[in-house]
């Protein structure tokens, strides 16, 4: 009589939620990594009642049709995190957010403004911080943030004797992420009105919580922030091939966000992110400086932001898992690692 | 009647063991951030008998007799940690370490080895952890490595989505650690039989402890690590201000480590970890490499090595203070993090 082999470990179970571009990298590296996807939500009539393989691109079906009722796939499935890559601002996926919170479901996303919401949207994360603790979820935004804004930046600083000052500077490739982003930075349009608008909409949050995160990592007290943005026109026609389409000069090719945070300490955090797309023999940039003693640099060459977004995201689903409930902002998660092979929890 | 404020908290007391370079560095910094340093221990009949803070030219006295004799330091004084930077191999602190420990003082230490010690000194690190844990206090080493040859490997590590391996270059300026590393490095001597003497004497353990570390600190399962010194030679004759020295064309200028580590998920980490006088053209190196999907980079341009190594370390202390009792590498630690004004525990 042999005993029995322990039983492998349960797969990690997961709703995708957003079949964008960012969806369709994220469904490669979730079947990757053996995470088990139990279903899919997608907006677009085009990708609705398919196999999430097939509208991916991915060359086999996954046995996942992609749905547009979120209430419904909750109910009928059991799932332990939500993968959501759906849109940009908490507002936009509150709605979805409480859903899945109260399903008890955690949400790991790449909706930027939750990477750090407390001071771009600070009524809304406490409503769903509540929410997230009542149903025994968490939420976490990550992302490029999470290293090469936050965790990179707040190391170096750990090496520092006396900051003065932290400054950031970071471009990332505006036509990566599908057309939703495209539309949602006006890419293409006569600059006239757009700034206004986009401050409407959207307002300096990415970078206002890139350092809301960072200055929570180094243990500083923000005590005031203020942000803008500024268009980036094409200076002569730059053609996306990921957006088969070309940005004509004197339009918008991307939104420049320019922020600044005091702190308590003294410490004056700044940071210049920029997404535009970039002409081909444009590099992305991503440089940090610290002013103080010593002074300290630290450069990530062309950094493959979308890619580096997605593969964190997912080495991160098992930090989600084991967080206590409530808004979990990646200051509070244990340091991201790589995870090799199958994830598990 | 007014209420009396709160008493303010109290000051970390330091030990400071090795009045060299770095502890003439760690001097001022430690007395920046308000440290009270309880006890100073040198070896050198020069600095023995004479005022910490003439003997590292501080301008003032600091009240505290430099001593030769760490027992009865320890017996006479109250401190919370020992700060010790005397030397590099852990067989040659280990005596020190164990009384600072057998008297229930946390150790923070620059001495190389420590950092990772379970790889290059597996039962040495055993007695001590066990030692340490039977008194309750804790032995930490730090430095350059704590953020750019881990931590911050680590954390882009984890933006990864597969890793085939890492490779790390790092160069330091072997002049700006005093005398005893110049002597230690058999700097200004002809090549021949130094390969060798500096193998029985130290072997790659720097860049050995460097990748131990980094991988616990990414979660991998080193299988096999090899490692091997390579003299650099002065091309050319070269002056070190910090030494007042030149190192004449032909002689050792320092030594190259090269260490190569395998893991059980087939991933290879390999480092390149070279110490030499620099002529004042040559700027430190250290770049860091992933190679998988994506291919990731990360640079950061003359590192001041020898200050960066000594603000990491006080701004450790807190952690170390708190750390359970045994050998805390820091991979077992929290992220470091920038510690502004005074230093409290």
Redesign the interface.
Known sequence: MTESPDPPPPRIRAILFGVGAMGTLLTR?LV?KNVEIVGALAVSPSKVGRDLGEVVGLGHKLGVVVSDDLEALLSGTEADVAVVAAASRMEAMAPAFRTCLSHGVNVVTLEEQSFYPWHSAPELAAELDELARAHGATLTATG?Q???WS??V??????????DSVHGRSSWRADEYGPSVADYLHLGEPPVGVIEALTVEWGPMVGLGALGALAA????TPTKSEGKLAPNLARRDIHSDRLDWTIPAGSIRGVTETVTMQTA?G?QLSFEMAGYVHAPEEPSINEWSIHG????????????VD??T???L??RIPDVLAAPPGIATVDRLP???????PLRA
Not at 217 to 220: D, E, K
Request: proline share 10%; charged share 20%.
């Open positions: 590296l990757d490029v999470d290293v090469y965790l990179a707040s190391a170096m600083m750990a090496t520092a004797h006396r900051i990592a180094a243990g500083l300490e410490i003693e010593p002074e300290l640099h630290l450069v990530v060459p062309d950094l493959p890619m580096v997605c593969a964190t997912v080495n340091p991201p690692r790589y995870r090799h092979g």
